[in-house]
């Protein structure tokens, strides 16, 4: 275990009364379905839309969902069309460090690969080994994504303090693609003027193409009143000022399930996006621009969605755009 933060959090049972799978908010996963194995996240990244959601628990508590693997098998038992593929965890991260949380996880994963349905992830926790070898025996339906945007210890204590280390992320990605299962990088939310710094991404893209990465999804960091307010509270003034500041003149957009989302200005992405792209080719990595999450600009369609093979429908450029190649 790691993440000082992961002891201060006691997950409590709980009882899931609602559906367990509901329609994934994001345009570019239309026909997936996700599930949440908690409430709360022991994560507790600073920047953490889910977080701020009004009705979500405060930092240190954390709620498990026992129930789950029995609702989701009567749930699935009732669907006359099963899912083609279920995300794991939207608002939660699957992977926390606590055994009754695990257990849910792997039950839910289990139960969804032994029907045939494609599983997919995005985690910054660390994958038992158990896991990796119940992925190994459906390597053609598990899909991961890995989130990773800094090798620095600093970043990793000040924003994302409960979440495992990079190298352990790094273990992670080495580990899945060992077993035959198909597995990326996520590197979202940049910071710019945090993680954006030459050298940092130098370090981290030269890190990623020894595990043999080829291209990561990014994406920016984005702010609603909740996610601002967490940024106020959980980081150093210092720190918190000069990035809130920077949205001065960002765009409002509709971003996932809320049209109140305030992105950078476009000129900030895209020169922290030149930055990215020169730093990853110099490794032979090529940066996708996540489109979901910036719905102003020339965007793409990340791999993560590529991967589950599911026909997009194209998103009409509403605002300022500003070319990328
Ligand atoms: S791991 Fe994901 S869900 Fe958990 S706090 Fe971090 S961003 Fe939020």
Redesign the pocket.
Known sequence: MWGDLAYDYLPVSTERRSQVLHPFAIPCMQGVLALNVTRG?A???V?????AYPEAPPRGQLFVYENLPARLEAELARMRRLPRAVSL?T???PFQPFPSLLSVTYQAAEMLLRRGITVTF????FIPEEFIALFARFQDLVRARI?LLSLDPGYHRTF?P??APPEVRLGNLRRLRAAGIAAGIRHDPVIPGVTDKPEALDRLFAALRKEGITSVDVGYLYIRPGIAQLLRDELPPAVARPLLSQFRSGPIEEVAASSHTQLLPPEIRVRSFFKIREAAREHGIVPILCRCKNPDMRADRCQGSRDLAYPVPRRRVRQLSLPLR
């Open positions: 996240c994560h507790a990244c920047y953490c839309y889910a977080r965890c608002a939660t991260d995005l985690t910054k926790g989130g994302e409960g979440t």
